[in-house]
């Protein structure tokens, strides 16, 4: 795994804690945090996939929002993922942009929360 810059080392454990392949990548004149092998929920098209996380230069001061799934998911049921349009192209693939928007609090929210946050996307999608 790549690791092109570091995070704050309370990220980087609770990155490990996650038991997943995860690395940082620098692309596209962007920095990325990819989480490979995550487990996604039933009702997907897909059980495991990477998500990419884009990391802005000055964070944690700085927030993180959205989330990049690579494969694209979408529902078995055929109903649409909404705000889910958009393709960002990272590491040589094409991923799929979910567009998540939180006010973010330097000092409380982390990779680990956006993690956290991710999982909740993934779950209101299939709802």
């Excluded at 990391?55 to 694209?72: C, E, K, Q, R």
């Amino acid at each position: 795994m790549r690791h092109d810059f570091s995070l704050p080392e309370e990220d980087e454990e609770s990155l490990n804690a996650l038991g997943i392949p995860w690395e940082t990548i620098r692309d596209g004149g962007n920095q990325w945090l990819l989480l490979h092998e995550m487990p996604f929920r039933e009702g997907f098209n897909h059980r495991t996939g990477s998500v990419a996380v884009q990391i802005p230069p000055s964070y944690p001061t700085a927030g993180l929002d959205m989330a990049y799934f690579f494969p694209h998911l979408a529902r078995l049921d055929g109903k649409t993922i909404g705000q889910t349009q958009c393709k960002q192209p990272i590491d040589g693939k094409q991923w799929q942009r979910w567009s998540r928007h939180y006010s973010w609090v330097p000092g409380v929210h982390s990779v680990s929360t956006h993690v956290v946050l991710i999982h909740r996307w993934l779950e209101a999608a299939t709802n």
